[in-house]
């Protein structure tokens, strides 16, 4: 897909050998919760602790340094402060370890003589072909190669997923994970960048551009290492995946945050703002905001137009999200009178009377045992006369018929429907299994609603553009 080529991450995100420089027997230090969490995630290849003071940590034979581990080793996970990182990397050089993982900090982020100090630590990784991730980061979580250095004291889902994820902060990264996958988000890959001494966001999004189980890209940006080929990347892939970024430092003071949290200079804000209408980017503007933008492209479809269907049981919510397609520009169009009447026909007798068929049309209270089945039964009546159609409902979304009904319903029409559970507290397993359905579930209409704009542009901007 890529002009740029891409380098070959194959073994970073499954590696057939991983070795843990800096290996503990405390499940709290480090070193010994990375082991710990691959032993929980039946990591399926080979782990190698390294520590010259020990003989078996976790019931594997541990290895004094590097050099002597007898196989090959894909993965070096640098668990070691940065005075101890020269030597542990020459040793990854000598033993030609392909990718190499360093958490510590203390490097350019603290200036002149940090940035010194990363700078020999690469030269001396390029003398042995092995590729940098960090320092100053958290590292990789791979749901394919289960390795998690992100989050490793958490067990996180597992299931692969569509999603590439690349953060220049640890803290996003793990809350990107953690709360992500809290939505219903699967990965296809997670990885915190740090200072990006070496291998750099553009890498990590040519690479998830060629991949084809990667379906959404999303980031979190402080600054940028080559803008110009994150520019021409970017325009490369957005028409044919979503592209979304959260850039940091928008702010004078954010900017100073920056420099000091990965020694990145962060820009100008407006000319990332410039960057995104002329590259097909989709600009997040937070947490929040980046993990509703990847649930609503994880949908496989994009609405054709900005006429959106209201379909809710609840009149305030109804309120809610008609003020809210106001602010994005949707369009809340009035039924034909021969579907109003179709659908006051059907719902004669299954729930309370209303003259509210006109879209949005307020269910009010549907039947407890026949929700589904009157929700599936008027969105094949309404989808056609709309673009989108966003359900607020008391209806279980636990229940595997309905979502499956929904999903067929999709994928006949390519329309997105869009789900909030008007209970969520009672809802919260059944927002995951609908998000990862490929069903967008929020659990507030302005969140919905901003996502389905984000949604609609992206579609109009395809049409035009691309």
């Known amino acids: 897909m890529t002009s740029f080529t891409a380098p070959d991450l194959k073994y970073l995100f499954q590696p057939r050998s991983v070795a843990i420089v800096g290996a503990s027997k405390d499940e709290w230090k480090s070193g010994g919760m990375f082991i710990n969490s691959m032993l929980k995630d039946s990591y399926a290849g080979t782990i190698y602790p390294v520590n010259r003071r020990e003989d078996e940590i976790m019931g594997l034979k541990c290895f004094p340094d590097l050099p002597s581990i007898p196989g090959e080793v894909d993965l070096a996970v640098l668990a070691v402060p940065a005075h101890a990182i020269p030597a542990a990397m020459e040793d990854c050089a000598h033993k030609r370890v392909k990718f190499a993982v360093v958490h510590a900090v203390g490097f350019s982020e603290m200036g002149a003589e940090g940035k010194e100090a990363e700078k020999r630590m690469v030269a001396i990784a390029r003398e042995g072909g092995v590729r940098v991730i960090g320092p100053n980061c958290m590292g990789i979580f791979t749901s394919r190669g289960r390795v998690n250095t992100v989050v490793p004291y958490a067990r996180m889902p597992l299931d692969p997923g569509c999603v590439g994820f690349v953060g220049q902060s640890g803290w996003v990264s793990e809350i990107m994970l953690r709360l992500g996958s809290a939505r219903g988000l699967r990965f296809s890959g997670v990885i915190s960048i740090g200072n990006q001494s070496d291998l750099t966001l553009e890498d990590f999004i040519g690479y998830w551009g060629d991949d084809p189980d990667t379906k959404v890209i999303a980031a979190y940006i402080e600054g940028l290492k080559n803008p110009q080929r994150?520019?021409?990347?970017?325009?490369?892939?957005?028409?044919?995946?979503?592209?979304?970024?959260?850039?940091?430092?928008?702010?004078?003071?954010?900017?100073?945050?920056?420099?000091?949290?990965?020694?990145?200079?962060?820009?100008?804000?407006?000319?990332?703002?410039?960057?995104?209408?002329?590259?097909?980017?989709?600009?997040?503007?937070?947490?929040?905001?980046?993990?509703?933008?990847?649930?609503?492209?994880?949908?496989?479809?994009?609405?054709?137009?900005?006429?959106?269907?209201?379909?809710?049981?609840?009149?305030?919510?109804?309120?809610?999200?008609?003020?809210?397609?106001?602010?994005?520009?949707?369009?809340?169009?009035?039924?034909?009178?021969?579907?109003?009447?179709?659908?006051?026909?059907?719902?004669?007798?299954?729930?309370?009377?209303?003259?509210?068929?006109?879209?949005?049309?307020?269910?009010?209270?549907?039947?407890?045992?026949?929700?589904?089945?009157?929700?599936?039964d008027c969105l094949e009546m309404i989808m056609s006369h709309v673009d989108a159609c966003l359900v607020i409902t008391y209806a279980f979304l636990q229940d595997a018929w309905f979502r499956q009904k929904l999903v067929e319903l999709r994928d006949r029409l390519k329309k997105p429907i869009v789900l909030i559970p008007a209970n969520p507290p009672d809802q919260l397993d059944g927002l995951i299994l609908a998000a990862m359905d490929g069903i967008p579930t929020y659990v507030m209409p302005d969140n919905a609603i901003r996502c389905i704009g984000a949604m609609v542009r992206r579609a109009e901007q395809l049409k035009k553009r691309f």
């Open 230 to 376: 994150f520019v021409e990347l970017s325009r490369e892939i957005c028409p044919h995946k979503p592209v979304i970024i959260w850039k940091g430092g928008s702010s004078d003071m954010g900017a100073r945050s920056a420099a000091s949290h990965t020694g990145s200079m962060a820009g100008s804000y407006r000319v990332f703002q410039a960057m995104c209408g002329q590259t097909g980017i989709i600009p997040a503007y937070g947490m929040e905001d980046i993990i509703d933008l990847a649930v609503a492209f994880s949908c496989p479809v994009l609405p054709p137009g900005r006429d959106i269907g209201l379909l809710i049981e609840a009149g305030g919510g109804a309120v809610a999200s008609s003020d809210a397609c106001a602010g994005e520009g949707l369009i809340i169009r009035q039924f034909p009178e021969d579907l109003q009447r179709k659908l006051a026909e059907y719902l004669k007798d299954k729930v309370p009377p209303s003259n509210n068929r006109k879209n949005p049309v307020d269910l009010i209270w549907a039947p407890i045992g026949g929700a589904a089945r009157v929700y599936v």
